[in-house]
């Protein structure tokens, strides 16, 4: 048995000559700084997994794999 540490719904507007997508989404806390996002359509056969990595408190590196498969280096800016 796996404990998720969240589920839920996601809905995407559509693109030009696309239409508007839902998927479902499960997460699980591996450690501290991973994160592990699986990532469902619920229209088409589409899945995405992420994997999340806090580098520092401001900094996070994600890979993303499924139709497209993606890295990126994000920075955290937030205004409290």
Known sequence: TVALDSAGMRSSAGS?????????????????DLYVVYEQSLGATANVLKLEFNLSRRVLLRAETGEISAIGLFYRWAFD
């Open 16 to 32: 030009v000559g696309t239409s508007a997508s839902q998927s479902i989404t499960f997460a699980k806390r591996i450690a501290d």
